[in-house]
């Protein structure tokens, strides 16, 4: 007699969490999934507000893994797709650069001294590369010089992540533009689009839900709940209980209304530092420490209606000057014309910052006045200009990747492996890594697998191994968030 599916218990109802149980459900296996916030998504939902749509971050619908596109397309039918031009600028000393690089372009602003001085500088430092390279400047500057890193890297990252690019380590800037070159840029700029494709940071254009990547999501909660999978909102998990070696429950909620679920496997997106705190028994005391000391870094949309006048082709523009406090400015209207209305557009100012601190505190009518007045400075809209503001708030936006950050997640990592082998971290937050949305469904998915069928993919590989970062296979499409690094795309998704 055949056993019947196990009972999967879901932390968390983002990309990575959603999908997994999209995935159990079509095969009949049953799964109760638990959020805690009141919406679906993740950072990867649509937030509405009298009738206007933000994307969180903004997600760019590519990926080179067939799987991942292929189940895109299962959950969206086609003509919810749109298939939208991929254009952003980076804004410094009041000039705003093409990216990818435009030889002409890049000439003319940097002028042909300073542009003289930028290939001086990068030649140099092929002969002599900076002998750290353990950090993000070390890194960069190997690769591109000294002079294209200060005018390119150095403020747009140390805004977002608001500490010296000496103190992030070279794994960001590895995880998120490790396919990219001076030389490559160089070359994007000079061969024919169609060639550029093979270069992830290149590609000229992507799909994108009609109303936002926020609609993938509600669909596919929609599909899970059909076949009967239970999705509970307003649901943290405080507890996971574990016994022989295994996780055996979870305890849900809060108050009156908290209760004990039964589970055969966790799949968890949550942050992999509140899943080791939340275990009972509790983890030894060093897998506690090692899951204390891993950070986050969190951010804020101001959104801003404007006159249609003054909206630009871009998904959004870099803003590397210091003079402001904005790290980059999404026009949602060159998303999707769903997203904006009535002859306006809507322009997403995004503050990278951390829970708590001033600004995050701020009153939500300050903020759109700081998002006003700083719009003005740039010369992006007239005084005046502005017709209303709303403000979003995003914890936990981005992994830190600090000195420390691999030694850590290596500690629970075994730990995890060792004593609860049935819980699968899953995602971004869920496996402390700067995953796009496609890297993210594609740790569900081999999760699944391992759950279903016995396999024993290692999820870790996931957006590590070479051959899944560089060329992209004839024919091949996806999706994935757009993140916030320099000169890839450079932040989501």
Known sequence: MTAPPPHTVIIGAGPAGLTAAYELTKRNATVDVFEADDVVGGISRTVERDGWRFDIGGHRFFTKVGQ????????????????????SRIYYRGKLYDYPLKA????????????????????????????????????????????????????????????????????????????????????GALLPKRNQKEITSLIEEFHYPKHGPGMMW????????KR?????????????????????????????????????????????????????PPAPPAVQAAARELHYRDFLTVALVVPAEFSFPDNWIYIHAPEVQVGRIQNFGSWSPYLVKDGRTCLGLEYFLNVGDELWNSPDADLVAL??????????????????????????????????YRENVDTIRAWLAAEVPNVHPVGRNGMHRYNNADHSMMTALLSVSNILDGTDHDVWTVNVEEEYHEEKGPGEHGTGRAAPVLPRQPVSG
């Not at 500088?121 to 960069?140: I, M």
């Not at 890297?153 to 800037?173: I, R």
Request: net charge positive; aromatic share 8%.
């Open 68 to 87: 991942v596109e292929a189940l895109w397309h299962e959950i969206l039918p086609a003509e919810d797709f749109l298939l939208r031009p991929r254009m």
């Open 104 to 187: 002409g372009n890049a000439l003319r602003n940097l002028g042909i001294v300073e542009a003289l001085r930028c290939v001086g500088s990068y030649l140099w430092s092929k002969v002599a590369p900076p002998k750290d390279q353990s950090h993000l400047a070390g890194w960069v500057t190997a690769r591109f010089g000294r002079r294209l890193f200060e005018h390119f890297f150095k403020t747009y990252n140390e805004k977002l992540w608001g500490v010296p690019a000496t103190e992030l380590s070279a794994d960001w800037a590895a995880q998120r533009i490790k396919n990219l070159s001076l030389s490559n840029a160089v070359r």
């Open 218 to 225: 509600e669909r596919c909660a929609e599909h899970v709940e």
């Open 228 to 280: 009967g999978g239970r999705i509970s909102m307003e649901s943290p998990v405080v507890a996971v209980h574990r016994a022989d070696g295994r996780a055996v429950a979870v305890t849900v909620g809060a108050g009156a209304a908290v209760r004990r679920v039964e589970a055969d496997h966790v799949v968890s997106s949550m942050p992999i530092s509140h899943l080791v705190l939340a275990m009972d």
């Open 371 to 404: 998002g006003t007045a700083e719009l003005e400075r740039l010369g992006l809209v007239r005084p005046g200009s502005v017709e209303a503001g709303y403000v979003v708030r995003m914890p936990r936006a981005y992994p830190f990747y600090d000195f420390a």
